[in-house]
């Protein structure tokens, strides 16, 4: 019996670091952590990332070796302690490699957006000097982040395989080792239900410490998803203040954007949970609606945005980073991939990506003119599936992922719950109804969870529904019902840097701007996520004037708790559009604080569109819609004075 133990410690052992091998090309042994890296010269630093005459490329594969396993949902992946916990050890070992490497989590961030320098031996485009390698405003953004997420996700888990190397031989290391091999990075479902009683903003995320187990025994370290800590920062990577200031990413910094901020992440949860009942209903719409990928997975209006079709999932991501940033690192596209979160909110993004796939495989990328400058593209540049995907390697000889060739997930070695164990598209939808189409009270959650689709206006000459009818009901015919939507249009550069716009049913105070995100009457929160302006020296990003994007913030579950309330009087077609013309209202604001009045923000168009919907009638089944219009609303009501 000891032998076949320690057979099966050196199987484990053998097989993680051939797994990591694969993923990172170093000696995992050798690894070696620095607590205190010292300063590093920023032309050195240029020189580690343009170069790497060692290992060559960095050929990114995602985690190999195994089958493709479930990537979890953060709450999830928690209550696996031994995975908890090597994630946690694995992260930062992660974030406390030099940031002078090239696989250090300081450079793989910095792919995002800033420092704008090149990576891997991808230079940039003629005459490109920003912004960063992110794509974005084209149908080139859910692909290009699949392989930044699984190059992210192999070189943590080397990190992991490397924390699990450091437990002395024993049970420890060997239990540690077997959960190693199933580990995949978490998503954070920031639109479903969270458990009763919590926020959806996981307190592993907000706290600022965690208990970890270690080889010397347990723990209390800093929480490794709470911030980044930078090693170093300087005005040649970063170039604003404070951004070039701050010694770590900053959630809502308190006192502004100031040198002295710190984190709010108190104040975080509480807009994230006033925000959610629009993000979950815009998710839901998106699934059982969008079936063409350009609409679905781009914002901007140029792919034919009209009165059907006006949100995406780049909008809805969009609204998550300006909120967890909320002036932030987050907020802006330059910074925003240091931030830890930025690696669960992306991985949600992705699975969401992953799941649309799965119920519309026939719809992907096509040929279309870029409308902004990445690192290596030009503005109007035509790509298509087999543009490369920079500066992501999928082999030594030079060779980069394309949108073709990283469709599928299972290519970098993972999947998602909804989508293992021979699941198929009635299986997905009923996934999607169960998690995103049901009733936001948590009275109604297991009714929600068996019905076939989310709550509607009922207009029907019975008493109106307001909550999912029981299950016996889901088989009958039933009658159309209404949904309304806000379709929101606005410049993306219009205020120079990200923005938030505002919509209410009610009164809201609109002298206090800081109070709008958590305003009882807020119905949901649409944000543009925007980079930084570049200078007269070149220095930055260049802002193409007039480029239009779109997002919507859904109305009907508001209308609906309206008239539980008594506020609004009945759910009559006449009753609900009268109370939209008297009652809806919207207001913007800079993630600074600053508010802005509607008629100062470039192309800002509200218009509310109402749709007939046929529900489904089995809890696998999608509702259907039709007969979108307009209908006709007052001038907006905001009473923001000009500053």
């Known amino acids: 019996m000891p032998n076949l133990r320690l057979s099966l410690l050196a199987l484990l052992l053998s097989s993680l670091y051939h797994i990591a091998s694969a993923a990172v090309a170093r000696p995992l042994l050798n690894h070696r952590v620095e607590d205190f890296p010292g300063l590093v010269d920023h032309d050195s630093l240029l020189d580690r990332r343009q170069s790497d005459g060692v290992s060559g490329f960095t050929v990114v594969t995602g985690i190999q070796g195994t089958s493709p396993q479930p990537r979890l949902e953060i709450r999830q992946l928690e209550k696996d302690v031994d995975q908890w916990n090597l994630f946690m050890l694995g992260l930062t070992r992660f974030m406390a490699t030099n940031q002078s490497e090239k696989l250090s989590y300081y450079q793989i961030a910095g792919i995002h957006g800033r420092p704008y320098v090149p990576w891997d031996g991808v230079g940039p485009g ?119 200031e701050w010694t770590s990413t900053l959630r809502d910094p308190l006192g502004g954007q100031v040198e002295s901020a710190t984190s709010q992440d108190n104040l975080v949860g509480p807009i994230l949970d006033y925000a959610r009942v629009s993000s979950r209903d815009r998710l839901y719409n998106l699934f059982t609606f969008y079936s063409n990928f350009s609409e679905f997975g781009t914002e901007s209006y140029t792919f034919g945005a009209d009165v059907k079709n006006a949100d995406s999932l780049e909008s809805i991501h969009d609204v998550i980073h300006g909120i967890t940033g909320s002036g932030g690192h987050m907020t802006y596209l330059d910074y925003s991939a240091f931030d830890p979160i930025f690696w669960l909110h992306h991985t949600m993004i992705d699975r969401s990506f992953a799941l649309w796939q799965a119920l519309y495989p026939d719809s992907y990328v096509q040929p279309t003119q870029m409308y902004q400058n990445s690192f290596t593209i030009q503005q109007g540049q035509t790509v298509d599936a087999n543009t490369p995907l920079d500066p992501f390697h999928s082999s030594q000889n030079g060779t980069r992922w394309t949108s073709q060739t990283a469709r599928s997930t299972r290519t970098f070695g993972y999947t998602y719950p909804e989508l293992a164990n021979n699941a198929n598209t009635s299986s997905i939808k009923a996934a999607i109804n169960r998690l995103y189409g049901g009733d936001s009270s948590p009275s109604n959650s297991a009714a929600a969870a068996i019905q076939p689709s989310k709550r509607f206006i009922d207009d029907t000459p019975e008493e109106p529904s307001l909550f999912p009818r029981d299950p016996a009901a889901a088989a009958r015919p039933k009658q159309l019902r209404r949904e309304y939507i806000a379709n929101i249009v606005s410049e993306k550069f219009a205020l120079n840097g990200s923005y938030a716009i505002y919509v209410f049913l009610g009164d809201f105070d609109s002298e206090d701007p800081s109070c709008w995100p958590t305003n009882s009457n ?17 220095n930055g990003m260049s802002m193409s004037s007039g480029m239009r994007v779109t997002g919507t913030v859904p109305l009907t579950s508001a209308l609906l708790d309206k008239a539980k309330n008594g506020d609004l009087k009945g759910l009559r077609k006449a009753d609900v559009e009268g109370y ?37 009638t089995t809890g696998d089944q999608f509702p259907k819609w039709g007969n979108f219009a307009e209908v006709k609303q007052k001038m907006a009501r905001d009473t923001c004075s000009a500053k």
Request: aromatic share 12%.
């Open 126 to 244: 003629d005459g490109i000097s920003s912004p960063g390698y992110c794509i974005h405003l084209s149908q080139l953004l859910l692909p290009w982040h699949r392989p930044y997420l699984a190059l992210y996700e192999q070189t943590l888990y080397s990190h992991i395989v490397a924390a699990v190397n450091s437990f002395p031989a024993g049970a420890t290391r060997t239990k540690y080792a077997i959960a190693a091999l199933s580990w995949r990075h978490p998503y954070w479902d920031w639109a479903a239900d969270p458990p009763a009683g919590q926020s959806v903003y996981p307190s592993s995320i907000s706290n600022p410490t965690v208990t970890v187990n270690m080889p010397n025994g347990t723990n209390t370290i800093p929480n490794p998803l709470y911030s980044y800590r930078f090693h170093s920062v300087s005005r040649d990577d970063f170039y604003y203040d404070p951004w070039s």
């Open 580 to 616: 939209l013309r008297e009652n809806l209202g919207w207001s913007v604001r800079m993630f600074n604080g600053t508010a802005v009045p509607n008629d100062q923000v470039p192309g800002l168009n509200l218009k509310v569109v109402g749709a007939d919907v046929q529900p489904a």
């Open 522 to 538: 807020l119905v949901g929160t649409h944000a543009i996520f925007a980079a930084l302006p570049g200078d007269s020296e070149g």
